[in-house]
Each structure stands twice: as C-alpha cells, then as structure tokens.
C-alpha cells in the first residue's frame, strides 16, 4: 500500500514540479499575492479530477483493449527519459531563470480562478501528465486509489506550497545557478522513475 502511495506521490511530484506555462504562471501570481490560494485550490483540485479519470479509464480501456498499458508504459518511459535530458540540457546551458512580468492587476477572486481554470485545461501537457502518463502507471499499482490520493496529495503540496512561498522562491528562482540545481534535481527524478517502470 505505501509503494503504491509514495509512487503516485513521486511520479506526479516529478511531473508537476517541472516548471512549463502553468507553474510559471501560478509562481507569478504567487509572488503579486493575486488570490494564490484560490489558484492552488484550483489547480491541485483539476489535477486530483484528472489523474482520478486517468487511472481508472486507463484500466477500463486496458480491459477492452489488452497491451494498451504496456504500450502506455513503454510512452512513459520514453516521455519520462526525454523530459529528463530537456532537464539536464538546461542544467547544462544555464539558461532556465525565470522572470516575473508585468506589475500587479487588480482582479477578483472569480477571475483568477478563471484563468487557472483556463490555463491549466488549455495545456495539452497536463493531459498527458495525468490521464496518460499518471494513469498508466496507476493502473498498474496494487492499490490504485492509493497511488490516486498519493498523486493528488503531491500536486496538493506543490501548488499549496507555491502558493505560501511564491514570495520567497520567486527571487531565487531567478538566479541561473539555482535553476541549474533545480533542473539538475528534476532530470535525475524523471530518470529514477522511468527505470522503475521498466519491465522487471
């Protein structure tokens, strides 16, 4: 029961924490103070919906289609290694800082929940983070609503946390060497998780 927790914890952790549009945008907001609890409670709770569907329309799929989630598995994998050397590339390069744009806007509560809702649906990565990727691998897990809540848990803590630091990590997430451990962390958490997929 607690592989199958702390798997779903790291898979969806590994995927989530590395930083695309939706990240940097909620670390933005963050770091204004627009409504960053609204926008985690949204975000975290999109997430949960989706990686719930995935796990479970995966193993119905699988059940009308046999091999698909070897296949899926095999995807991951690749998705996973690829991921990892984006990562260690950037690492390399140096060129991962972030810059927070624009000066503060006033907007409601109902806004910005809008907006995450906006830009985490509009992101065709989240689909396949969490209805692909997430839910192969917790179709495969002994205890699948376990993995479940360990996932949604992770993007919990994730965009909570975002949400509560913004205003501390946003400055140093704008210094090149912090970014070159950041990605250097990130790639190492996608390649460990990828060669635990491996068929044994």
């Known amino acids: 029961m607690l592989v199958s927790f702390f798997t779903g914890f790291g898979i969806a952790l590994g ?21 960053p609890w609204i926008i985690a409670g949204v975000c975290c709770s999109l997430d949960a919906l989706l990686i719930t569907l995935g796990v ?3 193993d119905t799929l699988q059940a009308l289609i046999p091999g698909l989630v070897p ?7 690749a998705l996973l290694c690829w991921l990892a050397v984006q990562a260690f590339w950037r690492a390399w390069q140096g060129t991962g800082g972030l810059v927070v744009q624009g000066s503060a806007v006033t907007t409601t509560g109902w806004q910005v929940a809008g907006q995450a809702m906006a830009i985490s649906l509009l992101n065709p990565h989240v689909y ?10 917790g179709a495969q897990q002994a205890y699948a609503q376990v993995f479940v809540v360990g996932a949604a848990l992770a993007s ?4 909570f946390s975002l949400a509560f630091f913004g205003g501390y990590l946003g400055p140093k997430l704008q210094s090149v060497r912090a970014w070159r ?10 390649l460990l998780v990828a060669i ?3 068929p044994q």
């Open 15 to 35: 995927l989530i924490v590395a930083i695309g549009a939706q990240n940097a945008w909620v670390l933005n907001k963050s770091m204004r103070g627009e409504h």
């Open 56 to 58: 479970y329309s995966i």
């Open 71 to 77: 296949i899926m598995t095999w995807l991951g994998v």
């Open 128 to 137: 396949l983070d969490t209805l692909v990727l997430i839910g192969s691998v």
């Open 156 to 159: 919990a803590v994730w965009f």
């Open 181 to 190: 451990i950041f990605d250097t962390l990130i790639g190492s958490i996608m």
């Open 196 to 198: 635990s997929l491996l």
